[in-house]
Nanobody, 127 residues
Framework: QVQLVESGGGLVQAGDSLRLSCAASRLAFSFNSYAMGWFRQPPGKEREFVTAISRSGGSTNYADSVKGRFTISRDNAKNTVYLQMNSLKPEDTAVYFC??????????????????WGQGTQVTVSS
C-alpha cells in the first residue's frame, strides 16, 4: 500500500511562509508514474483541491484561491513533493493532505480521483 507522509505544518502568522513536504514510499510503480497533489480541509468544511503536479513536474494546476501564492514542485529522485506557501492568510488554516494518483503520461493534471492520501498535517495561520 502506498504510504504518503506529510511534514512541515505548524502555526504561523498572516503573511508568513511555510513549506510542506510529502515523502512517498511503498509504491507499486515508480514515483514518476504518479501525479501528486495537495488537498486541504478547513475547520468545519469539506476537503478541497489545492494544487497538483504532473508525473514529470512539467505541468501544474492550482485552485484560484492559492494562485500566485502557493507553488507545488517535486523531486522524483527523492520520491518527494513539496508545497511552498507564501503570503499565508487565516483562511488558509486547514489540515493539508498529500495525494497521489497513477496517471498516463499524456494525461492532464487531475483535480480529483486521487487514490492515495496521507494522514494530513495541520497548518494554522493567525491574524
Amino acid at each position: 500500500q502506498v504510504q504518503l507522509v506529510e511534514s512541515g505544518g505548524g502555526l504561523v502568522q498572516a503573511g508568513d511562509s511555510l513549506r510542506l513536504s510529502c515523502a512517498a514510499s511503498r509504491l507499486a510503480f515508480s514515483f514518476n508514474s504518479y501525479a501528486m497533489g495537495w488537498f486541504r480541509q478547513p475547520p468545519g468544511k469539506e476537503r478541497e483541491f489545492v494544487t497538483a503536479i504532473s508525473r514529470s513536474g512539467g505541468s501544474t494546476n492550482y485552485a484560484d484561491s492559492v494562485k500566485g501564492r502557493f507553488t507545488i514542485s517535486r523531486d522524483n529522485a527523492k520520491n518527494t513533493v513539496y508545497l511552498q506557501m507564501n503570503s499565508l492568510k487565516p483562511e488558509d488554516t486547514a489540515v493539508y493532505f498529500c495525494v497521489a494518483r497513477r496517471t498516463a503520461a499524456t494525461m492532464s493534471v487531475p483535480t480529483q480521483g486521487y487514490d492515495y492520501w496521507g494522514q494530513g498535517t495541520q497548518v494554522t495561520v493567525s491574524s
